[in-house]
Every structure is written in structure tokens, then in C-alpha cells.
């Protein structure tokens, strides 16, 4: 078992933080490993000032972000205070912000949470070894007034580095330990020498600069000078001078205090509010302070640039099958053979997800970029190894150019992004310069999402309703809620016109949220009136994983009075194959309160009855593609075995498309379990709908 430490003696530690449990357990942790060390706790930072003013502890650790008053501010007034007041913070953030506000107001140290208390420990045994010199210090100080040897004590005992010099020619008359230990000397290497014949001071005029101020204005304070130890290294500290009487001539008193790891740690900071801290790739910040820089220069030379945007293909699904450890893996594997294969001009950079962009500055001819381009799409022919396993992965490349394409850092981002989108239709990896075509679809998108955004507003949206057919019973057992939007200019639009530019907008959540209120609240309705109707409402994959999904169903549930039973979600393949864990997770959920869920679309998406069977479906909807060539024997054997390979795992079978009387007696003699498509009902709007209920109502079923 470690032995108690002994670092803090008759101390004091003043422990400020706003979570009680983790207070709790800090000040016991803390207790048991400082025997007789006394800790006063509080819940924030005004009322950690206020026992800090009451009893001026040794050492304050605290919380950064906390109520009333952060640890950021109380640590500023705890140095109005007292300037040499030992501060810790311990804080679970580690935004760059907040740790140089933490170095500018002069915290000492810092340690994340989850605390790793090894570490914390390390940290406050260097407090402790620092309060217990200062305490050494302070001792010796009073004993200085009464002895010469005390003086001594003190001098060698100060951590930082004190030297003794003469006046005139700065020849160094004393040394501490610290001065010693630090720089790599012996005694008898610097007793009797100058600094400048040391090879200490990085700037020569140094020296006579420190002498100056001493001789204006009596002493120098906190000047940031930078030294040489006898081995070269480097170090950056605050010199302190002042000049002293001893036997009746004077000398300079230098004291100089190294701050080089508070400089590393200013750097380190820096560098990782301007990095990528998986690649190390430049940031979107630092790229475009680089294409800023760069686009001024090129208008001045009259220079070609070039921006790419880069997005690999199929990333998500490296990430759900192989785990996030591989998909970092790619991404730093990517990020290196990027570096490799363009110019040691250019730059790229990792700005978020699965996204790069490279620029390409100095070009003499728009061509030249052709060249580092093939290279980029070449680098992506060799498999990358992912946990023991060679995966191909491809990339979609869009580029656009100065001058031709922009004039301004966000246009000619914007404009390699559009080109990126086209490039990404084609299989395996592509690029795409950009040209005019693409600026006129780009402009058609940009109005198409406008309007979109704008359709539920200004009730351009229409719902109509298709029948689903129960071929045991030959009745009408559901609609099918089916969108559609009536454009101000181009009239009727089916979802294919429109739904992909919704998901990409993010429009297609409010859209998708008014599809199920308004079509629960017809089925209410239709219900009220005596007919037995179930609901179907096809859901998209950004619907189906947008963190409000759940909650937007059962609210319409909730509002609109439908029986969660009477609701059926269609979701295409492709929707439980992303993220898999979070898919099962709210299925669960909603079939738990009675939702019922089909897989759309069946068939031509990459799931499997294997991965189908692990998740709460009741049905399978075989995708109209089948349906339509069932005069293929080799497609009627397809078909065939998913209605055999459905039942086997107790799933309902649903044919989507039957157009064709024979196509209605295949599925009846195959055993298929719904059907839905013209030959049983074309969509309706509701009132027709509704007729065509009352209809099949009078006749008991549909004539089959």
C-alpha cells in the first residue's frame, strides 16, 4: 500500500467545486493521501472567495465551470488578493479558451476530469515541494535581518535562479543551486565570469538593456528574456534585477524565473485550437487563414489557385461495421497519404467528419492542378488495412479556381463543394471540376431548398392515400400516406423531384413532422367514422435519426388521438443499417409503446434477414422493382424465397407495385400477405379515399 505523502504538513487546501458527489470524494481521496492536511469546501466560486479571504489557504483546487461565479473569475480576485496564491484547476473542459484564460491569470496547473488521480497527486506534491520552499523562503527571509549565513540558506534554498554580480563588469560573484542544476554548471565555471562569456543570454544587447533599467528606475521586474544552460538548450523565463549594497559596493541581484513549460503549454494550446487533433491536419480556421493569405497573393501576382473539397465514400458504414477506432484509423491513415502526393506548397486540411480540403496556391496554368489531382484519386486505389482487414475505400473530389470560379474565400469553398456533390453521383472515386452546368443546378438547388423550407408555411403540401390489401380477408386494412407538393411554378411534384434536396437541407424534418400530423389526424377521422384503418408513413433515413424522431411520433400520437397501434412506420434499408445500435435503440422504443415497423423498399437496399431478424420488424415490403418483372422465372424465384425466408422469421410480407391481374394471382398463390399499387387502388385524396372505402365497405371485400 503507497504511504501517506507528506507534502502537506499543517497546510490548508481550499476545494471549490459545484458537483457535491464529486466534491465529496475528492476531499476523502485528498484527506487520506495528505494526513493533517486541512481542506475547506465550498460550491462555487463566491463562496470559495469569501473562505479564501477567512482563512487564506495554502492551496486552492478548483472546478473551472461552475454557478454563481466560475473558477476563472474567483481565481482572478483570489490573485487580486494575493498574487502569489497557488491555484489548481481540475475541470472537464478543455476548450482552448478556457485554459489560456487560465494561464493569463496565472493558475499553476491543471488537471482533466475524469480526474486521473495519479496525476492530480503528481501535480499537488510539486505544489507542495514549492509551498514548502516558500515557507523555507519565507523563514529565512525573517532570519536574514539578523544574519548574513541566514541570507545564504535562503539564497541557496529558492528554487528559481539567483546570481549575484558586480556592478561594473557583471562578472558573477554568487550562484544558487537552482542556477547550477538548471543551466549544467560547476561552481568554478561561473565564479568570476559574465554572462556573455557564459554564452547565457540568446540576445547579446541583453545584458546592458537589464543595467539600463536598473539605473532608471532603481529595479526591473518580470522582463521575458530567454537563456542558454552549458548543454544548449534553451529556456524562457522573467528576470527580475535589482541592485544591492554589500560591504559598502554595489551589485545586481538577478533572479530568474523559468517559464519555458508554461511557454510549451501556451504552444501546445495553440497549436490544437488550429489542428485537428486526430490528424493533426490544419483546422477549418487555419485553412482558411491559409487561403485568405494565399487568395491576396495570387490576385497580386496574377496567379491561378485552386480549392478541393474532398469526401470519402462510405465512411459511416466503415464506422458501424469496423467500429470508431477504425474509422479513426482511416482518417489519420487518409490524412497521410494526402500529404504524401501533393505539392510541399499546397495545404490540407481536415475540417470535420469525413471531410478534407486541400489548396493548391502558385498555379501558372489552371492545368497544373490535373496532376495533383490524379495523384489524390490515385492514393485511394490501394486498400487501406483497418483492424488486421484490407478495406478499398474512394473519394469524391470537387475543385474550383481562381480566378475563374470566385473571388472570395467562402464562394470558392462553396463552389468545390457543389462540384464535390456532382462528383460523388459517379461510382468509385471521381473529381469534378466547376463549370457552368454546375453553377445553374446549384442555384436551381439552392431555390428548390428556399422553397421547400417555405412548402409547409404556405400549405403547399398534399398528402394522398393508396390501399393496402389483406389478401387472407380481401379487405382494406391500411393507408399509405403519400406526399406530394404542389409547387407555385412546376406544379404537382412526387417525392423523387424533391426529398433528396429535403434530407440533404435538413428541410425534410419539419416537412416530415407535418406528413405524420396530418395523416394521423385523417385516420383519426376515417376511424371515427367506423372504418377499421391502420396508418402507414414512409420515413426517411435523416428523419429516422434525427434526435427528435421518437418524440415527434408519440407527440402525434398523443395530439391527434390514433391508437399507437394503428401506426405503421416504413423505413427504407438503408435507414436501419446506419448506425445500427442507435436504429435498434429507437425501434425499441416506439414498438414498446405498440408502433409497428416495415422495411421499404426490400430487396435493393444491403441489409439482410440476418441483421433484420436482430431488430423489431413486423413486415417486409418487396420493392416494386420485383413486383415488375415477376415474368422473370429467375425474379419470381427471388421474390419466392423472401416471402419463404419472411414467414420462416414470423414476418408479414408486403408486394408494393402490382399493376397486373397475374401479378395479383403469383402473390396470392405464393403466399404473399398485402399487396398495394394500381391494380388495388391508385393514390387518392382523402375524400376520394374515403369513397373508395364506403365502396369496398358495401361490398364486404374487393373482388379478388
Known amino acids: 500500500m503507497e504511504q501517506p505523502r507528506q507534502h502537506f504538513k499543517e497546510a490548508a487546501l481550499l476545494l471549490v467545486e459545484d458537483e457535491i458527489e464529486a466534491r465529496e470524494m475528492l476531499a476523502r481521496i485528498l484527506t487520506l493521501n495528505y494526513p493533517g492536511i486541512r481542506i475547506y469546501t465550498a460550491d462555487d466560486g463566491r463562496a470559495g472567495l469569501e473562505l479564501y479571504r477567512q482563512y487564506r489557504p495554502d492551496v486552492v483546487v478548483t472546478d473551472i465551470n461552475m454557478p454563481q461565479m466560475n473558477g476563472i473569475a474567483m481565481a482572478r480576485e483570489i490573485k487580486e488578493i494575493d498574487p502569489d496564491a497557488t491555484i489548481v484547476a481540475v475541470t472537464a473542459h478543455s476548450e482552448t479558451t478556457y485554459l489560456m484564460s487560465a494561464i493569463e491569470i496565472g493558475m499553476d ?30 523563514q529565512q527571509v525573517t532570519a536574514l535581518r539578523a544574519s548574513e549565513r541566514r541570507f545564504s540558506t535562503i539564497f541557496q534554498a529558492t528554487p528559481d535562479l539567483l546570481s549575484i554580480a558586480s556592478l561594473t563588469d557583471l562578472r558573477l560573484i554568487e550562484v544558487n543551486e537552482a542556477f547550477l542544476r538548471v543551466l549544467g554548471f560547476d561552481r568554478e565555471e561561473v565564479i568570476g565570469r559574465s554572462g556573455a562569456e557564459l554564452g547565457l543570454w540568446l540576445d547579446a544587447g541583453q545584458p546592458e538593456a537589464l543595467l539600463r533599467e536598473v539605473a532608471q528606475r532603481g529595479a526591473v521586474r518580470d522582463l521575458e528574456v530567454r537563456i542558454r544552460g552549458k548543454s544548449g538548450e534553451e529556456l524562457e523565463g522573467l528576470v527580475s534585477a535589482e541592485s544591492i549594497e554589500m560591504d559598502g559596493s554595489p551589485f545586481l541581484l538577478t533572479l530568474f524565473k523559468d517559464i519555458s513549460e508554461r511557454k510549451r503549454l501556451e504552444e501546445v494550446i495553440k ?6 487533433t486526430l490528424t493533426d491536419l490544419p483546422n477549418r480556421k487555419l485553412f482558411m487563414d491559409f487561403l485568405a493569405l494565399e487568395l491576396a497573393q495570387a490576385r497580386r501576382n496574377r496567379k491561378n489557385l485552386a ?24 482518417l489519420q491513415s487518409v490524412a497521410q497519404r494526402l500529404k504524401g502526393c501533393v505539392r510541399e506548397s499546397d495545404t490540407v486540411a481536415r475540417i470535420g467528419g469525413d471531410e478534407f480540403n486541400v489548396l493548391m496556391p502558385d498555379l501558372t496554368q489552371p492545368d497544373d492542378v490535373g496532376t495533383v489531382v490524379n495523384k489524390i484519386v490515385g492514393v485511394f486505389q490501394a486498400p487501406f488495412r483497418l483492424e488486421g482487414i484490407e478495406v478499398k475505400v474512394g473519394t469524391s473530389v470537387g475543385i474550383s479556381m481562381f480566378p475563374a470560379d470566385g473571388d472570395s474565400c467562402e464562394e470558392l469553398l462553396q463552389k468545390a463543394d457543389g462540384a464535390m456533390y456532382v462528383a460523388k453521383q459517379n461510382r468509385g472515386s471521381s473529381y469534378q471540376f466547376y463549370n457552368s452546368e454546375i453553377n445553374a443546378r446549384t442555384l436551381n438547388r439552392q431555390t428548390l431548398e428556399r422553397q421547400l423550407r417555405q412548402s409547409v408555411a404556405n400549405g403547399e403540401l398534399e398528402l394522398l392515400y393508396q390501399p393496402l390489401l389483406n389478401l387472407g380477408n ?40 407535418w406528413v405524420i400530423h396530418h395523416a394521423c389526424t385523417q385516420v383519426k377521422r376515417w376511424q371515427q367514422k367506423g372504418f377499421d384503418l391502420s396508418l402507414a408513413v414512409n420515413l426517411s433515413n435523416r428523419e429516422f435519426h434525427q434526435p427528435h424522431f421518437i418524440e415527434q411520433t408519440l407527440t402525434a400520437l398523443s395530439e391527434t388521438g390514433i391508437g399507437a397501434g394503428s401506426l405503421q412506420i416504413d423505413i427504407p434499408e438503408r435507414a436501419i443499417m446506419d448506425n445500427g445500435t442507435s436504429s435498434r435503440q429507437n425501434m425499441l422504443r416506439l414498438t414498446e409503446a405498440g408502433v409497428a415497423f416495415s422495411v421499404d423498399d426490400f430487396g435493393v437496399g444491403t441489409s439482410s434477414l440476418q441483421r433484420i431478424r436482430q431488430l423489431p420488424i413486423a413486415k417486409l415490403k418487396i420493392d416494386r422493382s420485383f413486383i415488375r418483372a415477376l415474368d422473370n422465372p429467375d425474379n419470381l424465384d427471388v421474390v419466392t424465397a423472401m416471402i419463404c425466408m419472411s414467414h420462416s422469421l414470423k414476418l408479414r410480407v408486403n408486394a408494393v407495385g402490382v399493376e397486373r391481374p397475374e401479378q395479383l394471382t403469383l402473390m396470392q398463390n405464393y403466399g404473399c400477405d398485402e399487396v398495394q399499387g394500381n391494380l388495388i387502388g391508385r393514390p387518392l385524396p382523402a375524400a376520394e379515399f374515403e369513397q373508395m372505402l364506403a365502396r369496398a365497405a358495401a361490398r364486404g371485400a374487393l373482388p379478388l
Open 109 to 138: 496547473h491543471y488537471v482533466l476530469k475524469p480526474v486521473n488521480y495519479p496525476e492530480l497527486f503528481r501535480v499537488l506534491d510539486r505544489v507542495g515541494d514549492k509551498l514548502s520552499l516558500r515557507r523555507l523562503v519565507e
Open 271 to 276: 497549436h490544437q485550437a488550429q489542428h485537428d
Open 307 to 330: 480549392v478541393l473539397f474532398l469526401d470519402l465514400d462510405h465512411f459511416k458504414q466503415i464506422n458501424d461495421t469496423l467500429g470508431h477506432a477504425a474509422g479513426d484509423q482511416l
Open 474 to 513: 380481401g379487405r382494406i386494412i391500411a393507408a399509405e400516406a403519400l406526399l406530394r407538393w404542389r409547387h407555385p411554378e412546376r406544379g404537382l411534384l412526387l417525392p423523387e423531384h424533391f426529398i433528396a434536396v429535403a434530407e440533404e437541407s435538413g428541410a425534410i424534418v419539419p416537412i416530415g413532422e
